[in-house]
């Protein structure tokens, strides 16, 4: 069984910044690619950002810039740091990973997510 947890989400003003961090646990072979997903009200779901386990990245055009998004594979994690938020960055943030565990293959997995609100 895999677990990923999540914290870091708030209530934070425009123009400020926050730290996602996720951790995955459980009977962890290995981690491939991790990312992380946001869901606003009324909107679908969409990808803010994806880190390979080779380290390489990808940005959603509106995020590029302004967030970023690392791992530490020792600690099977991944984090989102978010500056200059926006009142548009409000939303669900939910942690991705796909990982091999030591009893089936490689799944994709998914967080409970994370409250993130940008308001004055």
């Known amino acids: 069984q895999v677990q990923l947890v999540e914290s870091g989400g708030g209530l934070v003003q425009p123009g400020g910044s926050l730290r996602l961090s996720c951790v995955a646990s459980?009977?962890?072979?290995?981690?491939?690619?991790m990312g992380w997903y946001r869901q606003a009200p009324g909107k679908q779901r969409e990808v803010v950002a994806v880190?390979?386990?080779?380290?390489?990245?990808i940005y959603a055009d509106s995020m590029k810039g302004r967030f970023t998004i690392s791992r530490e594979n020792v600690k099977n994690s991944v984090y989102l740091q978010m500056n200059s938020l926006k009142a548009e960055d409000t939303a669900v943030y939910y942690c991705n990973a796909r990982i091999a565990t030591m009893n089936a293959g490689a799944y994709t997995y998914w967080g409970q997510g994370t409250q993130v609100t940008v308001s004055s």
């Open positions: 880190i390979t386990n080779g380290g390489n990245t």
């Open positions: 459980g009977s962890i072979l290995s981690i491939y690619n």
